[in-house]
């Protein structure tokens, strides 16, 4: 039989029970790295909007990890349990919490979007960025922060500050773990030649730059439970391919290794390593095609994020077999109930809460 949008995914013994997840999506929010009503109320009311998934936001593993000062962070017990009330009204909604576990490298010490998204200067709050080479995120402003490219004993903090934030994320009840891989963050510049000329055995070769993006994979698998799903976001394409860049080909080759390292899902983004970057185009489902190349060359389900924006097309994605798993951004900042009115469109009967039942029948 073909699966449509409201057919349940299991990976491992998690069953998810629909096929949209809200997309990780920054709110900048957070009080020193701590949730806010905000969170709850912004991930909760998705929840009650009925997606299988709440992704929640790109969470920062360390302090100096963060995009902004307003990011999520899970880098102390307090601040994952600022999650867990938020965590525990997604699972009452039946939807499937999940965090993404992140460090911005050296995109990192930003401001706000709205306060004009620059670089904050060390004099005035910001913070050294740490990236895999000493080469600072060329900012669109003209400022830059400085960036330390990390030695030995930075990568194995790097990579323990993932377990203890997965620890933390599994304590406080989320369900799954989303590792950040994508739009030139940390993991991403590992694996990009436009950002990694290391000598040693993380850069140069493709096996070399994946090296640290797999091993964090690893870390991360080895303290989630063998029950519970880790997804890994990747961009599929730096969107530079007139230099040495991340293309779709490599990211057909990393998609069954990071299988290996424990990945059971590879959500397909794309872009993000440098403002550079020539995006051809960015209509309705413009990185569908990425992840359905994805899609052929692993075993792991594989999740579609990009110009999601309707029931239609989200269900076809699925019947089609193009993805496992619609993932749908800015739609869900228009619509928080996204997925029961696609059930409504698409003539599928779903529960709805309870307290908006009068609100179902039109
Ligand atoms: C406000 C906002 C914040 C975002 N924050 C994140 C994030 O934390 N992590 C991430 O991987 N992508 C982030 N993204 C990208 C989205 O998850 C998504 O991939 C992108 O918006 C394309 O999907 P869409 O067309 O459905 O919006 C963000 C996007 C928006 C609009």
């Not at 004099?123 to 030695?151: C, F, I, K, Q």
């Not at 040693?200 to 994946?210: I, L, Q």
């Not at 730096?238 to 998609?255: F, I, V």
Request: hydrophobic share 40%; glycine share 10%; net charge negative.
């Amino acid at each position: 039989m073909t699966d449509s949008l409201f057919t349940p995914l299991r990976l491992r013994g998690t069953e998810i029970p629909n096929r949209v997840m809200v997309s990780p999506m920054c709110q900048y929010s957070a009080e020193d790295g701590f949730a806010t009503e905000w969170h709850r109320v912004h991930l909760g009311s998705r929840a009650v909007g009925g997606a299988g998934v709440v992704m929640a936001e790109a969470t920062a593993v360390s302090p100096t990890g963060r995009i902004s000062p307003g990011d999520l962070g899970i880098w102390s017990a307090d601040r994952a349990d600022a999650l867990s009330n938020t965590v525990e009204f997604v699972r009452e909604q039946g939807a499937i919490p999940g965090i993404q576990l992140a460090h911005a490298g050296r995109k990192a010490s930003v401001e706000r979007p709205w306060d004009g998204g620059g670089p904050i200067p060390e004099e005035a709050g910001g913070w050294e960025t740490l990236a895999p080479s000493a080469n600072p995120y060329p900012h669109p402003e003209g400022d830059t922060v400085p960036t330390r490219a990390m030695t030995r004993d930075d990568l194995d903090r790097v990579t323990a500050q993932f377990r203890l934030a997965a620890e933390r994320a599994r304590d406080a009840g989320f369900g799954i773990a989303e590792i950040h891989l994508a739009h030139g963050y940390l993991l991403h510049e590992f694996l990009s030649p436009v950002t990694n000329d290391r000598d040693d055995e993380y850069g140069g070769s493709f096996e070399n730059r994946a090296r640290f993006p797999l091993e964090v994979v690893e870390a991360v698998r080895e303290v989630w439970p063998d029950d519970q799903p880790v997804f890994a976001r990747i961009s599929a394409t730096d969107w530079l391919p007139d230099r040495p860049s991340w293309d779709l080909d490599d990211s057909a080759r990393l998609a069954p290794l990071l299988a290996e390292a424990g990945a059971d899902l590879i959500d397909v983004s794309s872009g993000g390593i440098h403002p550079d970057q020539r995006v051809p185009e960015s209509g309705p489902g413009y990185q569908v095609p990425y992840a359905e190349r994805v899609n052929e060359a692993t075993d792991a389900a594989v999740g579609a994020v990009g110009g999601i924006t309707t029931a239609e097309q989200a269900d076809q994605l699925i019947r089609n077999g193009r993805a496992d798993l619609a993932v749908v951004g800015r739609e869900h900042l228009r619509n928080p109930y996204f997925t029961l009115e696609a059930a409504h469109e698409l003539g599928v009967d779903v529960d709805w809460p309870k307290q908006y039942e009068r609100g179902r029948f039109r």
